[in-house]
T-cell receptor
Framework: EDKVVQSPLSLVVHEGDTVTLNCSYE??????LLWYKQEKKAPTFLFML????IEKKSGRLSSILDKKELFSILNITATQTGDSAIYLC????????????FGQGTILTVHP | GAVVSQHPSWVICKSGTSVKIECRSL??????MFWYRQFPKQSLMLMAT?????????EQGVEKDKFLINHASLTLSTLTVTSAHPEDSSFYIC???????????FGPGTRLTVL
């Protein structure tokens, strides 16, 4: 059974701090690792990682995948209150029509 | 960009009634749609994978007779929660995968409350 584990489950920081969110995965016929941000509604897409060692960056957010260790991290630098959300990672399988297996999520709270 | 809509966005119903939730891909054709359920402060759990014109594939532990899925066209999938009970109260989210891509685009979700 496919499994994705995130840590920490929750994190409270102050504005300006840098945070690192972790995601480990065991996914049959793994194809890619995706990161999402969820506020009050459905998740919004952040990154899709397919290759090891290539950092993807978008503003203050960056992410990298290690396919040997079955691990990914999401970094957020200079956090802002608007970064408060649940961050979800998901492993995509190459079988089963590309279904996603989600981790439990990390609840990030950024205080002013 | 690819847009997926869900209807209704929220619904309150009495225990024992059935509720239908629609998921539509508005500007693309989706051969595959996925239905997820999310309980408060928990992650998204895949319930079933729905392919146009064929029977849905349900995840372990999800009752197919209780959660009826119909994917009758390339732009519409429906989830019917039959004989709903309070424990079915949850946030139901669909996603749609275009025929030409491996990406999934999420709908805005439907919050179901069963009294």
């Amino acid at each position: 059974e496919d499994k994705v584990v995130q840590s920490p489950l929750s994190l409270v920081v102050h504005e300006g701090d840098t945070v690192t969110l972790n995601c480990s995965y065991e996914v049959t016929n793994f194809r890619s690792l995706l990161w999402y941000k969820q506020e009050k509604k459905a998740p919004t897409f952040l990154f899709m990682l397919t290759s090891s060692g290539i950092e993807k960056k978008s503003g203050r957010l960056s992410s990298i995948l290690d396919k040997k260790e079955l691990f990914s991290i999401l970094n957020i630098t200079a956090t802002q209150t608007g970064d408060s959300a649940i961050y979800l990672c998901a492993g995509r399988s190459g079988t089963s029509y590309g279904k996603l297996t989600f981790g439990q999520g990390t609840i990030l709270t950024v205080h002013p | 960009g690819a847009v997926v809509s869900q209807h209704p966005s929220w619904v309150i119903c009495k225990s024992g009634t059935s509720v239908k939730i629609e998921c539509r891909s508005l500007d693309f054709q989706a051969t595959t749609m996925f239905w997820y359920r999310q309980f408060p402060k928990q992650s998204l759990m895949l319930m079933a994978t729905s392919n146009e014109g064929s029977k849905a594939t349900y995840e372990q532990g999800v009752e197919k007779d209780k959660f009826l899925i119909n994917h009758a066209s390339l732009t519409l999938s429906t989830l019917t929660v039959t004989s709903a009970h309070p424990e079915d109260s949850s946030f139901y989210i669909c996603s749609a995968r275009p025929s030409t891509s491996n990406e999934q685009f999420f709908g805005p979700g439907t919050r179901l409350t069963v009294l």
